[in-house]
């Protein structure tokens, strides 16, 4: 019924490419040989070697790879159209001959051969890219763009055959194509995989994941499959309801023009049950819960022919005997109807975590195939939730680090709630989560407690991304080794507003063994010479606190600001305009500095100086009485008279 309806089609984008230029350069060349000749040697020169050029040129293309070499008439034909396309270009070659030996220059033919020339690989480009533009339009307006992730059960083994969803009424349809059913390895096929990675990569691969294009006005979704433990064939026609979708315009890429970006939604998610039932959702709603199908009909003959091709997707259960041990420890195990009534299931509960250092958030799946995204906080008011099946951990730090993956056998913990709750439903469910976390060792004490009673649940799995772990660590130290220099140099210049220096001094001595490059360190350490000994020994050691602090330029800034404040305070005004403008210069954005400089001018008596600095400390935005003093005299303020210690 499908089969001619319309679908979206990538289409081929227009550019320039060496292929193109390639030959229109050997044109050119060919062309520059032809006016050296048919100036110096006359036309039959000329003619000659166009012809010679034509026939090896197409003689190198068309014979290349084959193993016979006769003249064929394609060959002849090719030669003379190859030759008549250079005898054309050749033209205005011959217009400008003539022209500078005759001084006879005939523009109407020129005109034409030069429309000709360039206008037909103009228009040819301009129709190009007008059809791609146009074809582009085409397919946003009638296609809206949607990430679609099929599921079934791992062990529920289907072969499908069509997934479409199809717009009637407009005959369009989307552009799904079913590559072959996921590998279903075995456990010694698991096991001898290199590591957990790999192996939970392949468990939890989804039957199809990747972009689709859904016709706008999609009305139905045809599906037909077979599903080989139930030995039933399925083939439906469902309504869909595409008015349920909440369309917003796509952003990216940014470089083309919204009108061919279109439009997108939130992904899709469809589920293939047991019996022919069918869930298609997003995280706003579900679409389509169609619970069971009635089979239809196969020959023996086509039965055959789909579980032949779906063993063809395994390794070592392509073999007829082991599949078919494989189908019967399926059926007898009843794991698809447990998971099944699993994934349906909203159970109470809530979820404590502890031992995680540093800002960290979750992102949760859960066994319904839902995906969100959680404060830890939020996760301990006990709500009717599914239960959760993957729990990724990521620290919020300089950017986000992915560092942690828990993985839960949803099975064995449904059995375990079953038993502290004694299949009360109603009782809520505490998981504890109690990390052991070190740069050595990530550990975990599962704990269920429900109904008054605790139990060490042992079915989960850690997964540790090593790379980002240790740079979660390095950030993780070097934030709690920055909040320690901090309250250090809080409680040191606590001490110095006491005049404590001696305990100061320790304080900073404890910065300096954190960090021996700590600049702020440095700048109070240059007080408390000043404070403890004096100007000249405090000065003496000015290229030594310059040095220290040449790496971060906001401390080198207060070091070069402390000196000018003590030559200034030392009536070395002349001198301390260096160390301002240095300053300056290291911390352009602090207005205290520029403001002190203004202060040095009014001292000098230089008003329009100290007014010009006093203007541009008030635009970074600084305030203090001196400032206001500054332009309030427009810098004619006399400092000398009442010094203030900065």
Known sequence: MIKNYRSYQKTKEVYFSGESVFPLGLILIASAITYGLFYFFGMGIALFFNVIISWCSYFYVYYYGKSSIGITFDFLKGVFLILALLIFVDYGVYTLVVYQKTGVFNSLYFKLWTSILFGIPTLYYVFQ????????????????????????????????????????????????????APCFYSERELGKMEDNSTRNY?????????????????????????????????DIELPFPFYKMILEREKYPTNVSGILRGKKTKRLNLQIHANGGIKLFNSDTVLINHLDSIPTSITEEVRNEKIKRHRYSHEYYSEPKAFSSLIEKIKASGGIEERFLIQNKLVPWSMTISGLEGKNYLEISDVSFNEYETEKETLELSMLRFLPKKIEIVYRGDYLYRWLILRINTQKLYQYIQKLTEENEENPILFDLAFQNSPKITDLKFTITANEKSIVFPGWEIQIDKVRKESMDDHLLDKNEDQTKRTLLKEAWAFVGNKQYDLAQEKCDAILAIDPRYGYAYFLESRLVWYKQGFEACYAKRDYFIAKTKHEPS??????????????????????????????????????????????????RDAEKALELGKKAEKL????????????????HDFTLFEERK
Not at 141 to 148: G, I, M
Not at 209 to 219: V, W
Not at 568 to 590: G, M, N, T, V
Request: net charge negative.
């Open 129 to 180: 890219y007008s059809s791609y533009y146009f074809s582009e339009w085409r397919m946003a307006t009638n296609y809206l763009k949607v990430s679609l992730k099929i599921h079934h059960d791992r062990e529920l083994l289907t072969h499908i055959d069509t997934i479409q969803f199809v717009s009637i009424s407009k005959r369009t349809m989307s552009n799904i194509k079913l590559e072959k």
């Open 202 to 234: 392949y468990l939890e691969k989804s039957v199809f994941s990747d972009t689709i294009h859904l016709p706008f006005g999609t009305d139905h979704l045809f599906m037909s499959w077979y599903s080989i433990v139930e030995d039933k064939y399925y």
């Open 555 to 604: 401390a080198l800034a207060h070091i070069y600001n402390n000196y000018g404040c003590l030559l200034d305070q030392e009536l070395r005004y002349e001198e301390s305009i260096l160390y301002f403008e240095k300053a300056i210069e290291s911390y352009p954005k602090e207005g205290l500095y520029v403001c002190n400089l203004a202060e040095i001018y009014c001292k000098l």
């Open 621 to 636: 935005g600084y305030e203090s009485e001196t400032l206001n003093a500054i332009l309030v005299s427009e810098g004619t």
